[in-house]
């Protein structure tokens, strides 16, 4: 059992899971009936999105977005703990639609699951 870092829009792989989407706004022109089926995500859970203002901030000083959008998700630990913990039982992925994950947050977000005792694929 892990948590898959993905693409959302990409195909899902066998087994991901419940694909969540660690997005600030859903698919555009994609009607909320059509988030699953168009492979995007089964929940949306902007709650682990970069706010608006840092975003802007990604752009311009990449190392500045990493140390900041970790200071947003400390406020997050609770929910974290849980995807940590689910991640012993269950199969499920993560993911934004960004198409490099290095240049991502969910290349952080990856790094903070793991610091949080999640199991992650490969």
């Known amino acids: ?14 087994d991901e899971g419940l694909r969540i989407g660690t997005v ?3 698919p555009r022109g994609v009607r909320k009936a059509d988030h699953a089926k168009r492979d995007y995500y089964d929940v949306w859970l902007p709650e682990l ?3 608006t203002k840092l975003i802007k901030t990604a752009l311009a000083d990449w190392q500045r977005f990493a140390k900041l959008y970790r200071q947003e998700m ?4 609770r929910l974290l703990e849980v995807l940590a913990r689910l991640s012993r039982d269950s199969n499920f992925a993560v ?3 960004c198409e490099d994950e290095g240049r ?5 977000l990856r790094q903070i699951l793991i610091e949080h005792g999640a199991r992650i694929a490969v």
């Open 49 to 51: 999105a970069p706010s």
């Open 74 to 77: 400390r406020k997050r630990e």
């Open 95 to 97: 993911g934004c639609y």
């Open 104 to 108: 991502c947050h969910r290349s952080i």
């Open 24 to 26: 600030r706004r859903p």
């Open 1 to 14: 059992m892990a948590i898959s870092i993905v693409r959302l829009g990409s195909p899902r792989a066998r």
